[in-house]
Protein backbone atom coordinates (compact mmCIF):
# COMPACT_ATOMS: atom_id res chain seq x y z
CA UNK A 1 0.00 0.00 0.00
CA UNK A 2 1.82 3.43 -0.90
CA UNK A 3 0.00 4.80 2.58
CA UNK A 4 -0.20 3.70 5.90
CA UNK A 5 3.44 2.59 5.78
CA UNK A 6 5.06 2.42 8.95
CA UNK A 7 1.28 3.01 10.81
CA UNK A 8 -2.28 2.34 10.78
CA UNK A 9 -4.11 2.00 7.40
CA UNK A 10 -7.46 2.11 8.91
CA UNK A 11 -9.06 3.93 12.26
CA UNK A 12 -11.78 1.89 13.34
CA UNK A 13 -13.83 3.06 16.31
CA UNK A 14 -16.27 0.72 18.02
CA UNK A 15 -19.09 2.25 20.54
CA UNK A 16 -20.86 0.39 23.07
CA UNK A 17 -23.37 0.10 26.29
CA UNK A 18 -23.83 -3.04 27.84
CA UNK A 19 -23.36 -5.17 24.70
CA UNK A 20 -20.50 -7.46 27.02
CA UNK A 21 -21.88 -10.40 25.23
CA UNK A 22 -20.74 -9.80 21.69
CA UNK A 23 -18.43 -6.81 22.07
CA UNK A 24 -14.98 -9.52 22.24
CA UNK A 25 -15.85 -11.00 18.34
CA UNK A 26 -16.74 -7.46 17.08
CA UNK A 27 -13.18 -6.88 18.59
CA UNK A 28 -11.86 -9.63 17.34
CA UNK A 29 -13.21 -9.62 13.83
CA UNK A 30 -11.41 -6.07 13.33
CA UNK A 31 -8.60 -7.41 14.98
CA UNK A 32 -7.94 -10.46 12.46
CA UNK A 33 -8.35 -7.95 9.15
CA UNK A 34 -5.37 -8.28 7.18
CA UNK A 35 -4.36 -4.16 7.00
CA UNK A 36 -2.64 -2.17 9.88
CA UNK A 37 -5.58 -1.23 12.16
CA UNK A 38 -5.80 0.95 14.98
CA UNK A 39 -9.36 0.26 17.23
CA UNK A 40 -10.81 2.47 19.54
CA UNK A 41 -13.82 1.45 22.28
CA UNK A 42 -15.71 4.31 23.18
CA UNK A 43 -17.47 2.27 26.14
CA UNK A 44 -20.61 4.46 27.69
CA UNK A 45 -20.08 2.77 31.17
CA UNK A 46 -21.11 -0.51 30.93
CA UNK A 47 -22.28 -2.87 34.07
CA UNK A 48 -22.06 -5.94 32.25
CA UNK A 49 -18.69 -7.33 32.60
CA UNK A 50 -17.68 -5.46 29.12
CA UNK A 51 -14.67 -3.70 30.97
CA UNK A 52 -13.31 -6.74 31.92
CA UNK A 53 -13.14 -7.50 28.07
CA UNK A 54 -11.88 -4.18 27.19
CA UNK A 55 -8.91 -4.62 29.79
CA UNK A 56 -7.84 -8.56 28.81
CA UNK A 57 -7.36 -6.46 24.77
CA UNK A 58 -6.08 -3.68 26.29
CA UNK A 59 -2.71 -3.66 24.82
CA UNK A 60 -4.38 -5.12 21.16
CA UNK A 61 -6.26 -1.60 21.34
CA UNK A 62 -4.91 1.70 20.62
CA UNK A 63 -7.45 3.41 23.19
CA UNK A 64 -10.62 2.63 25.17
CA UNK A 65 -12.69 4.06 27.79
CA UNK A 66 -15.57 3.55 30.24
CA UNK A 67 -18.34 6.35 30.96
CA UNK A 68 -20.98 8.20 29.91
CA UNK A 69 -20.73 10.43 27.31
CA UNK A 70 -22.91 12.54 24.96
CA UNK A 71 -24.35 9.42 22.61
CA UNK A 72 -23.62 7.25 19.63
CA UNK A 73 -22.45 9.68 16.92
CA UNK A 74 -20.36 11.55 19.85
CA UNK A 75 -18.52 8.25 20.76
CA UNK A 76 -17.49 7.87 17.09
CA UNK A 77 -16.15 11.40 16.86
CA UNK A 78 -14.26 10.86 19.58
CA UNK A 79 -12.80 7.94 18.67
CA UNK A 80 -11.75 8.47 14.85
CA UNK A 81 -10.52 11.89 16.21
CA UNK A 82 -7.53 9.99 18.13
CA UNK A 83 -6.69 8.11 15.07
CA UNK A 84 -4.04 8.67 12.59
CA UNK A 85 -4.63 6.34 9.60
CA UNK A 86 -6.35 7.64 6.14
CA UNK A 87 -9.16 5.63 6.18
CA UNK A 88 -11.86 5.49 9.03
CA UNK A 89 -15.26 3.81 9.81
CA UNK A 90 -17.12 2.91 12.92
CA UNK A 91 -18.15 -1.25 14.05
CA UNK A 92 -20.98 -0.99 16.66
CA UNK A 93 -20.45 -3.80 19.03
CA UNK A 94 -22.81 -5.81 18.40
CA UNK A 95 -21.92 -6.42 14.72
CA UNK A 96 -18.96 -8.19 12.84
CA UNK A 97 -16.76 -7.56 9.85
CA UNK A 98 -15.94 -10.47 7.57
CA UNK A 99 -12.38 -11.75 6.86
CA UNK A 100 -10.72 -9.01 4.26
CA UNK A 101 -13.10 -6.51 4.80
CA UNK A 102 -10.95 -3.73 5.45
CA UNK A 103 -8.38 -5.10 2.74
CA UNK A 104 -11.62 -5.12 0.09
CA UNK A 105 -12.48 -1.73 0.88
CA UNK A 106 -9.25 -0.07 0.95
CA UNK A 107 -7.93 -1.39 -2.22
CA UNK A 108 -11.54 0.02 -3.83
CA UNK A 109 -11.07 3.17 -2.55
CA UNK A 110 -6.93 3.41 -3.62
CA UNK A 111 -8.56 2.64 -6.99
CA UNK A 112 -11.01 5.14 -7.33
CA UNK A 113 -9.69 8.35 -5.31
CA UNK A 114 -13.12 10.36 -6.57
CA UNK A 115 -15.18 7.87 -4.34
CA UNK A 116 -15.40 9.68 -0.77
CA UNK A 117 -16.28 6.55 0.96
CA UNK A 118 -16.40 2.46 -0.28
CA UNK A 119 -19.19 0.32 0.77
CA UNK A 120 -20.07 -3.48 0.58
CA UNK A 121 -22.62 -5.97 1.04
CA UNK A 122 -23.75 -7.38 4.69
CA UNK A 123 -25.74 -9.94 5.94
CA UNK A 124 -27.99 -10.17 9.06
CA UNK A 125 -28.53 -12.59 11.17
CA UNK A 126 -30.86 -12.87 13.68
CA UNK A 127 -29.79 -13.34 17.44
CA UNK A 128 -32.32 -15.75 18.30
CA UNK A 129 -32.96 -18.08 15.31
CA UNK A 130 -29.83 -17.66 13.53
CA UNK A 131 -31.68 -17.28 9.84
CA UNK A 132 -29.56 -15.27 7.69
CA UNK A 133 -30.78 -12.87 5.10
CA UNK A 134 -29.24 -9.81 3.03
CA UNK A 135 -29.63 -6.61 4.03
CA UNK A 136 -30.88 -4.16 1.06
CA UNK A 137 -27.54 -2.50 -0.45
CA UNK A 138 -27.04 -1.49 -4.36
CA UNK A 139 -25.29 1.39 -6.08
CA UNK A 140 -25.83 4.76 -4.46
CA UNK A 141 -28.40 7.31 -6.19
CA UNK A 142 -29.81 9.92 -4.80
CA UNK A 143 -33.22 8.82 -6.33
CA UNK A 144 -32.64 5.49 -4.46
CA UNK A 145 -31.25 7.05 -1.22
CA UNK A 146 -34.35 9.16 -0.68
CA UNK A 147 -36.81 5.79 -0.76
CA UNK A 148 -34.47 4.07 1.66
CA UNK A 149 -30.76 4.32 3.14
CA UNK A 150 -29.14 1.96 0.24
CA UNK A 151 -25.82 1.48 2.36
CA UNK A 152 -25.32 -0.65 5.14
CA UNK A 153 -23.06 0.95 7.49
CA UNK A 154 -21.22 -2.24 8.98
CA UNK A 155 -19.79 -2.85 5.41
CA UNK A 156 -18.46 0.69 5.28
CA UNK A 157 -15.30 2.64 5.00
CA UNK A 158 -14.65 6.28 4.66
CA UNK A 159 -12.09 8.39 3.46
CA UNK A 160 -10.31 10.38 6.81
CA UNK A 161 -10.32 13.59 4.20
CA UNK A 162 -13.84 13.08 3.90
CA UNK A 163 -14.78 12.55 7.22
CA UNK A 164 -12.89 15.60 8.15
CA UNK A 165 -14.39 18.37 5.41
CA UNK A 166 -17.53 17.35 6.67
CA UNK A 167 -17.25 17.11 10.52
CA UNK A 168 -17.98 13.23 10.77
CA UNK A 169 -21.25 11.77 11.91
CA UNK A 170 -24.11 14.50 13.46
CA UNK A 171 -24.14 14.38 16.46
CA UNK A 172 -27.53 15.83 17.09
CA UNK A 173 -29.22 12.71 15.50
CA UNK A 174 -29.13 8.92 17.75
CA UNK A 175 -30.88 6.62 15.05
CA UNK A 176 -29.88 8.02 11.36
CA UNK A 177 -26.45 9.10 11.96
CA UNK A 178 -24.92 7.38 9.14
CA UNK A 179 -27.94 7.84 6.82
CA UNK A 180 -27.20 11.31 7.00
CA UNK A 181 -23.17 11.00 6.55
CA UNK A 182 -23.61 9.35 3.18
CA UNK A 183 -25.94 12.27 2.26
CA UNK A 184 -23.52 14.69 3.26
CA UNK A 185 -20.91 13.06 2.03
CA UNK A 186 -22.47 12.21 -1.46
CA UNK A 187 -23.38 16.13 -1.90
CA UNK A 188 -19.77 17.34 -1.36
CA UNK A 189 -17.47 14.92 -3.29
CA UNK A 190 -20.12 12.46 -5.37
CA UNK A 191 -21.19 9.08 -4.74
CA UNK A 192 -20.14 6.74 -2.14
CA UNK A 193 -18.91 3.64 -4.40
CA UNK A 194 -20.21 0.01 -3.97
CA UNK A 195 -18.34 -3.09 -4.06
CA UNK A 196 -20.54 -6.46 -4.84
CA UNK A 197 -19.25 -8.61 -1.77
CA UNK A 198 -20.59 -9.41 1.44
CA UNK A 199 -18.38 -8.06 3.90
CA UNK A 200 -20.34 -7.66 7.04
CA UNK A 201 -22.58 -8.61 9.36
CA UNK A 202 -25.13 -6.76 11.47
CA UNK A 203 -26.79 -8.50 14.25
CA UNK A 204 -30.39 -8.42 14.92
CA UNK A 205 -31.73 -8.82 18.19
CA UNK A 206 -34.28 -7.34 20.64
CA UNK A 207 -32.25 -4.70 21.82
CA UNK A 208 -30.92 -2.85 19.21
CA UNK A 209 -31.94 0.76 18.89
CA UNK A 210 -33.61 0.02 15.51
CA UNK A 211 -36.16 -2.66 17.22
CA UNK A 212 -37.07 -0.42 20.69
CA UNK A 213 -37.10 3.33 18.84
CA UNK A 214 -38.54 2.06 15.85
CA UNK A 215 -41.09 5.79 16.14
CA UNK A 216 -37.99 7.58 16.69
CA UNK A 217 -35.75 5.91 13.83
CA UNK A 218 -38.58 6.48 11.45
CA UNK A 219 -38.79 10.09 12.68
CA UNK A 220 -35.12 11.26 11.82
CA UNK A 221 -34.86 9.24 8.79
CA UNK A 222 -37.85 11.28 7.60
CA UNK A 223 -36.32 14.32 8.77
CA UNK A 224 -32.75 13.37 7.14
CA UNK A 225 -34.34 12.59 3.60
CA UNK A 226 -36.02 16.15 3.74
CA UNK A 227 -33.26 18.19 4.40
CA UNK A 228 -30.96 16.85 1.79
CA UNK A 229 -33.16 15.30 -1.18
CA UNK A 230 -35.98 18.86 -0.28
CA UNK A 231 -39.10 16.57 -0.01
CA UNK A 232 -40.41 13.52 1.43
CA UNK A 233 -41.40 10.92 -1.20
CA UNK A 234 -45.07 9.07 -0.73
CA UNK A 235 -43.00 6.07 0.12
CA UNK A 236 -42.36 6.97 3.33
CA UNK A 237 -45.90 8.11 4.38
CA UNK A 238 -47.36 5.13 2.77
CA UNK A 239 -45.07 2.46 4.95
CA UNK A 240 -44.83 3.93 7.95
CA UNK A 241 -47.61 2.47 9.90
CA UNK A 242 -46.03 -0.86 8.93
CA UNK A 243 -42.50 -0.16 9.52
CA UNK A 244 -43.50 2.24 13.15
CA UNK A 245 -46.67 0.51 14.54
CA UNK A 246 -47.18 -3.21 13.11
CA UNK A 247 -43.57 -4.05 13.23
CA UNK A 248 -43.41 -3.17 17.09
CA UNK A 249 -46.03 -5.55 17.52
CA UNK A 250 -45.27 -8.35 15.66
CA UNK A 251 -41.45 -7.83 16.24
Known sequence: MSRGVGGPLVTIAVPSLNQG????QAIESIARQDVPV????ADAGSTDGSVDILERWSDRLAGWRSHPDAGQASAINESIAKGSAPYVGWLNSDDLMLPGMLRRLVDALEANPQWPAAYGRVGNVDEDSGRRWPVWVEP????R????????????LIRRSAWETVGGVDESLHMTMDYDLWWRLAK?????????EEVAINRVHGDTKTRRFRRRHYAEAISVVRRHHGRVPLKWWLAQPYAVW???IVG
Open 21 to 24: RFLE
Open 188 to 196: RFGPPGMVD
Open 38 to 41: EIFV
Open 246 to 248: YKS
Open 140 to 143: FSER
Open 145 to 156: MALRCVISQPGS
